[in-house]
């Protein structure tokens, strides 16, 4: 079991930054990959950014590439997401996800086997 607790979320106007934390704990060394996942109200839960846990390899969706960064310091099992220029479009419930075992497709829901419980990140126009 791997348990995942998101921070960081909160109201901003446009064009300010938030800090996102995703704090893991359990069997953590089972984690290949973590995932950051938003879902806005009416529409699918949608992929924004992955990490490997190990590695540290990056993936990025396109409409946050140049705006977002992932990092991750495994001494203390947590993943950041710094958000930059935000916009009202970027408002959502954002969610972390890992994936364990083997690697599945980086950016589908159903590759992730453990998810937080989610933080609200609103931005105004």
Do not use: H
Request: hydrophobic share 30%; aromatic share 12%; proline share 2%.
């Amino acid at each position: 079991q791997v348990q995942l607790v998101e921070s960081g979320g909160g109201l901003v106007q446009a064009g300010g930054s938030l800090r996102l934390s995703c704090a893991a704990s359990g069997r953590t060394s089972s984690v290949y990959r973590v995932g950051w996942f938003r879902q806005a109200p009416g529409k699918e839960r949608e992929f924004v950014v992955a990490i490997g846990w190990s590695g540290g390899r990056t993936y990025y969706a396109d409409s946050v590439k140049g705006r977002i960064t992932i990092t991750r310091d495994n001494a203390k099992n947590t993943v950041y997401l710094q958000m930059n220029s935000l916009k009202p479009e970027d408002t959502a419930v954002y969610y972390c996800a890992a994936n364990i075992g083997s690697p599945g497709t980086y950016y589908s829901s159903g590759a992730y086997n453990y998810w937080g419980q989610g933080t609200q990140v609103t931005v105004s126009s």
